[in-house]
Structure formats: C-alpha cells, structure tokens
C-alpha cells in the first residue's frame, strides 16, 4: 500500500490511528495527516491515496461534503468514516456514496488491522482486475490498428474504455523501435509494444515534443498526422508506419507523415527474377571465397533503399527470403553454433538502414568464417583418415612423418597439429604402437625369429626394435614369445 490519508480535528485521535495503521502488519509507504476536510481535497486533487480514513464532524469541511466532493474525481480512495454518533441515516449516506467502512468512536488496535487487511486484499483485487483490463484495452487496440475489417461495435468497446483519455481528444500515433514495457503514463501517451511488427507511442498532440526529448532521443520515429476519435486509429496507424519506413531509409530522427508524403508513396515495381538470381547466389557463396560478392550486393540494396530506389517493405521482403534460405541451407552449422536470425529478419527492429545493413553484413562476414572453419575442420579429418589408412598399409616400410604429410598434401606443421587433434596422440607414438600391437600378434601366432618380426614391422635395425619393444611392454620380444607359450599349457 503507498499512501494512507488519515483526516481528523483532534490530533490525539489522529495520531492514535496513525500508530494503529503502522502496528497493522500492512505495510504503508506514506501517512498523510490533515486537520479538516478542505485540507484532505487539495491532498486529493494532488496526489493519489490508496485508503483515507475521515472523521464526519470536522471544521471549514465536514467528512460527508468532503466525500461528496470526492465523487467528481475519477480516481478515488478506498474511504473509511470514523464517527462519533451512531446515527444510522450517517452510515446510509456513506455507504450510498461508496464508503467500504464506517466504523463508531472509540476505536481500537483491533478494528483498524482488520480493515487494513481487508483494504490491502481490495487494493489488490483492483489492481489486478485493472491489469486484466488494461491488457484487453492494448489487445483491442492493436486490433483495431492491424485488422483490415473493424466493426462499429469494436471501435465503441474501445472508445468506452479510454473515454477519458485524451484518445477522445486530438492525438498522434509514434511508430519507432523502443525497447520498453507496455504503459500508460497518464493522460499524456501510451505505449504499445510489437504492432504489427512495429512499437507505437499513442500520444496527446500537446505532449508530442515532451515524448520526443525524454523517450525518443535515440530512435527514429515516424509521426501519422492528428487524428481524432478511435474511428481514426487504424489511419494514424498507417501513416506513422510510413513516416517510420522514411527515418529508417534516411536516417531522418523524426517524420511527420503529412499528405504530400503520403501521395509520394506510390507502389514500387517488383524486383526482376535476375536480381533474385544475384539474392540466391549470396546465399550459396557464403563460406567460398566470394562472400564479399555477397556483403555487396546486401551494401547496394542498402544504398538503393537510401535513394529511394527500392521501397523499404521491398527490402524487408528480400532480407527475410534470403535469411529463410540461409537457415534451410545451413541448419546443421547454425545449430552447432547456436547461431540465430530471428532478430536479422525484422529489420525495424533497428533503428536505420545503415545499422541494419552493418549488422547483417558483419553477421555474414562472422558466418562466412565459421562456415569456412567447418569446412576446414572436414577436410582436414578428410585428410587424416586418409593418412591413417595409408600408415596402415605402409607400417613395415621406413616411415615417417614427411613421407605422410606429403602424400597427403598438407603443410608438414600443419600435418602434425591436426594429426594429433584427431588421433589423440603424436605421429611417432601413433606409428610406434601400430608396430607393436603387429609385433605382438606376429610373436603370438608365428614361428618368425626376432630380426624377422623387426623387419616385418619396418625396423631394420633389430637391437633398436628390441629396444623400442622393452620400453613399451616392459620385456624383450624374446620374454613376451616365453610367457604366451606358457600360458597356453
């Protein structure tokens, strides 16, 4: 609860309520105390109070013309009279006038925390049912923006709801790209988010240059002409959607979209079947070394829709076909990286052309490379089986590292970095094991002799086979022969 209005002549009896309400349990952000019932209206004609307690026989004001006063504003507090007389007629009167409670002198601790309570459930029952109705008002309104048919009776719906707004007024409607919640700030603008694509302001023509220097500073925004009533919303609507599509052509901060810019906007003629030829192209050169064939075709339309050759809505179409064939061509590498481009195929969500054209183009440029490196990463394991397969088939010949990268075609550093990313260990401990595990099947299922077994494995030096052999399984060739044959009794 924010503001309690507690209204009494007696001061003793003031700040007893006032000790009361703070002891309650409920918490209460501000107390306001006032002495008599004209002090309590200029409270009220100045600020909003949740609960008000009021005593009825008061100096200069009374509690019942200071409730009857209250009735003619739109927003008002949950009321409580505190009386002396129990006068029944008093309390018939104060309930008639919306009076949740009317409680009789003396009061005690008891009486006021259980009203606090009951305020505090009722406060948030409002606020609640004014939440629901304020997102059916934002629905109902983005309906009637968007809709090709409206319905006098929808049109009406909504002109109840904000018949005290200055929608009944003059107004304009903003179209820009904001990043906000859904608000109203009074009578002065109320925002949407996401109409059709795009985020208005709905704003009193008084409080234009207001929402521009406080919300605006960093958009570019396009303003319909005045406009009056609800039946004029979806006209509004359009017009700030073309004002919005002229800032982000030229990068213009404000638009106002007045009749001559309106008659300017004639259709613009479709672009030819090679230009989507050249839009396919983009798409399937990317990760080749033509990307930037690519980055310059998205830079001239960018430049065309900058002059005026190539309407905006034209544009967006492309940038999203061409986006939509991106993701089918390359589903797999966006989903290995995370990758998303959802956010590229609005391009108003943006603020100009220029940012969205850098923002798409170095998004590609990035793509490009982790495209390329995928690439590279299938090759270079390509290239790696190939050598596995050819150490196997040459292991008994004299074998190194050189003889391999060569005949494989890659770079000799190259060779063994990638070599031992895919094999898990280094050429040389690769090769050596591969003769050994022959070796030992050679010692375990022939009668070959030793320096026959050394040269079958490819070393031609026996003693350095025998060596090799000891420090990797920790006997002589001769001991491993031994201790198979034994097992085998």
Same mark, same amino acid.
């Given at each position: ?18 000790? =009361? ?25 100045? $600020? ?25 504003? $739109? ?13 029944? #007629? ?6 008639? &006038? ?15 925390? !259980? ?80 109409? +059709? +694509? ?5 704003? +009193? ?22 406009? #009056?009533? /609800? ?28 009749? !001559?810019? @309106? ?7 479709? &672009? ?12 399937? /050169? ?12 998205? $830079?001239?339309?960018?430049? $065309?829709?900058?002059?005026?050759? @190539? ?17 089918? *061509?390359?589903? *797999? ?6 990758? #998303? ?30 495209? #390329? ?27 190194? &590292? ?21 094999? +898990? ?10 003769? =050994? ?38 006997? !002589? ?13």
């Amino acid at each position: 609860m924010n503001t309690v209005l507690i209204v009494e002549d007696e001061k003793m009896i003031r700040q007893g309520i006032k000790s =009361m309400i703070q002891r309650s349990g409920v918490p209460v952000q501000t107390i306001i105390e006032c002495s008599n019932g004209q002090m309590a209206l200029e409270v009220l004609q100045s $600020q909003q109070i949740d609960v008000m307690f009021t005593d009825i026989r008061m100096p200069k004001m009374d509690g019942i013309t200071l409730v009857q006063e209250m009735q003619k504003f $739109q927003r008002r507090p949950l009321t409580v009279v505190i009386s002396g007389y129990d006068d029944f #007629s008093y309390a018939v009167e104060m309930l008639r &006038m919306g009076v949740k409670e009317y409680i009789l002198k003396p009061i005690d601790r008891e009486q006021i925390m !259980s009203i606090m309570h009951k305020m505090e459930d009722e406060l948030t029952h409002i606020k609640e049912e004014q939440d629901t109705l304020r997102q059916a008002g934002y629905q109902q309104l983005r309906f009637l923006c968007t809709s090709e048919k409206v319905s006098a009776e929808d049109e009406e719906l909504t002109g109840r709801y904000y018949q005290d707004s200055f929608l009944q007024g003059e107004y304009e409607v903003c179209c820009c790209s904001y990043d906000g919640e859904e608000e109203e700030q009074g009578n002065s603008y109320l925002y949407l988010h996401n109409v +059709g +694509g795009y985020d208005l302001f709905l704003i +009193g023509c008084e409080n234009k240059e207001f929402l521009i220097r406080n919300e605006l500073r960093n958009c570019y925004a396009g303003f319909s002409q005045p406009v #009056s009533g /609800i039946s004029s919303l979806k006209k509004a609507y359009e017009q700030a959607v073309l004002g919005r599509h002229e800032a982000f052509a030229r990068a213009i901060k404000v638009v106002d979209c007045n009749e !001559s810019y @309106m008659k300017k906007q004639t259709e613009h003629p479709k &672009m030819a079947e090679e230009e989507n030829r050249r839009l396919e192209s983009a798409v399937h /050169i990317l990760g080749t070394e033509r990307v930037e064939e690519a980055v310059e075709l998205i $830079q001239d339309y960018g430049r $065309q829709v900058q002059n005026g050759a @190539m309407d905006t809505d034209e544009f967006a179409q492309r940038m999203h076909l061409m986006l939509e064939r991106i993701a089918v *061509n390359y589903e *797999n590498a966006l989903k290995v990286r995370k990758e #998303s481009i959802l956010e590229l195929q609005d391009i108003y969500r943006y603020q100009t052309i220029t940012e969205y054209v850098n923002t798409l183009t170095d998004w590609m440029r990035r793509f490009h490379d982790l495209i #390329s490196e995928e690439f590279d990463d299938y090759k270079n394991k390509q290239k790696i089986q190939q050598a596995v397969s050819y150490i196997h088939e040459n292991y008994n010949k004299d074998l190194n &590292m050189a003889v391999v990268s060569n005949y494989i075609s890659m770079n000799y550093s190259l060779f063994s970095y990638v070599f031992k990313q895919y094999t +898990g260990t280094n050429f040389v401990n690769f090769l050596k094991d591969l003769r =050994m595990q022959e070796a030992k099947r050679l010692l375990e299922t022939s009668d070959m002799r030793v320096n026959e077994i050394s040269q079958s494995v490819g070393y031609e030096n026996e003693k350095h086979f025998m060596k090799i052999f000891k420090a990797t399984l920790g006997v !002589s060739p001769t001991e491993y022969r031994k201790s198979i044959q034994l097992k085998g009794e």
